[in-house]
Structures are given as structure tokens and as C-alpha cells.
């Protein structure tokens, strides 16, 4: 799941369709003016125009995939949410793949079951607690607490790879709980990017067309 607001998404659709738009009529009026020849202007001067229209085209092409403006949203990589029952001196783990500078999050919460019809929890219920443990790939801890019944934790990796996250039970009867997981990242995009790749592209029928009405082609092969 995906959280970013549409207002620039649809703002940046908008000026890219205006800008589709403007090149399609374009390319339809330097078209007819090739076509004419000498009624309006000359078929070189329509290549020259529409070469310079062409290139236009592809440094704004490339501006729009290198340099245009960015957006940055909040992406969910990874999300759990699990009943765990862990035996007595035993542990609990999840393994999960970050990226530097990915944001772990969640909870682990104790409860004691009653089979008595029906799963009570006991809120009075302290004796039993749990160990919580998130290591980093190289295996050092990164984050924990000892002996609670309930545990938050929000983490930001420091290293790219496989983080561990643990449960680890200290008593000699087991433990049930739950377990909630999330694993945020900052993802940067160009948002003109594709409209940019799209543009490049239509240039190069232009380039075509421009070549051959400016004598360009004839040129060239006349060398061969």
C-alpha cells in the first residue's frame, strides 16, 4: 500500500496531456506545411523547422526523465500481523529484508487463553513475560526490552539486509500473543518521467521527417 496525495499526480497528468496536446498540433501543422511546398514555405525550411521543433522536443524529453522535479512518498514494503504461541524458554523469530533507512514498527502484546467456551484475556494477568530482540544482518542488536508483557518499537535501519526480530520466552510455561509489523521506506520518483520517455520518442519521427524535407537525406546518400 501506497501513501502519497493525488493532488501533484493529477496536476503533473494534466500538464502532460496539455503538452501531448501541443506537440501533436504541432506536428500536424509542420506536416502541412511540408506537404504544401512553396504555397506556404519551402520544403527545406519546413525540414529545418521541423528539426528544430525535434530537438526541442528531446531536450525537453530529457529534462523531463533527469532533471524535472521529484516527489517523494511513504511506501508499506512489508506488514505482519500474527498470533505467535511461543514454548517455555524458547523464542519466536521473523526475518525480513530492509533497505538503508527503511522504518520498522509494531508490537508485540501477551495474553493468557481460558478454554472456557470461549478466549478471555486476562488484563490482571503479569506474571508471564517475554524478551524482545531485532537484530541488524551482521547479527548485533539494534533494538530490544527484557521482561514485558507489552513492547513498541520503532526502528530505522542502519544497514541494508535481513533484520530478525525475536521473541524470546523466559518462562517455564508457554506464552501466546500477538504480533503487528510494518516496514515503511521514502520512495523518490520523477512523476514527468514517463511523459519525458514518451516525448523522446516522438521526436524521432519528427527528426525523420525533418531530415528528409530539408534535403538532409538526399544529401547524404548523394555522398554514398
Not at 16 to 24: D, I, P
Not at 72 to 84: G, N, Q, V
Not at 185 to 214: C, D, H, Y
Request: include cysteine; glycine fraction near 8%; proline fraction near 4%.
Amino acid at each position: 500500500m501506497d501513501i502519497v496525495s493525488p493532488t501533484p499526480i493529477i496536476e503533473f497528468i494534466v500538464i502532460g496531456a496539455g503538452v501531448l496536446g501541443s506537440l501533436f498540433l504541432l506536428f500536424l501543422l509542420i506536416l502541412a506545411f511540408i506537404s504544401r511546398g512553396g504555397q506556404m514555405i519551402s520544403r527545406r525550411t519546413g525540414g529545418a523547422l521541423a528539426l528544430t521543433v525535434a530537438l526541442i522536443i528531446l531536450v525537453s524529453g530529457l529534462w523531463c526523465v533527469y532533471l524535472s522535479p521529484t516527489l517523494t512518498y511513504t511506501e508499506y514494503k512489508d506488514s505482519l500481523y500474527r498470533e505467535i504461541s511461543v514454548e517455555g524458554q524458547s523464542s519466536w523469530s521473523y526475518a525480513v529484508d530492509v533497505l538503508k533507512g527503511d522504518t520498522m514498527d509494531g508490537s508485540v502484546s501477551l495474553y493468557v487463553v481460558i478454554y472456557d467456551r470461549s478466549p478471555i484475556v486476562d488484563k490482571n494477568f503479569t506474571d508471564q513475560t517475554f524478551s524482545l530482540f531485532i537484530y541488524d544482518p551482521d547479527g548485533e542488536i539494534v533494538w530490544s526490552q527484557i521482561n514485558v508483557t507489552y513492547s513498541y518499537f520503532t526502528v530505522k535501519a542502519l544497514k541494508t539486509g535481513v533484520h530478525e526480530i525475536e521473541v524470546y520466552n523466559p518462562n517455564v510455561e508457554p506464552i501466546r500473543g500477538y504480533v503487528s509489523f510494518n516496514v515503511q521506506g521514502k520512495v523518490t520518483v520523477r512523476p514527468l518521467e514517463p511523459l519525458g520517455q514518451l516525448m523522446s520518442l516522438i521526436s524521432l519521427p519528427i527528426f525523420g521527417l525533418g531530415f528528409w524535407a530539408s534535403g538532409i537525406y538526399a544529401v547524404l546518400r548523394k555522398k554514398e
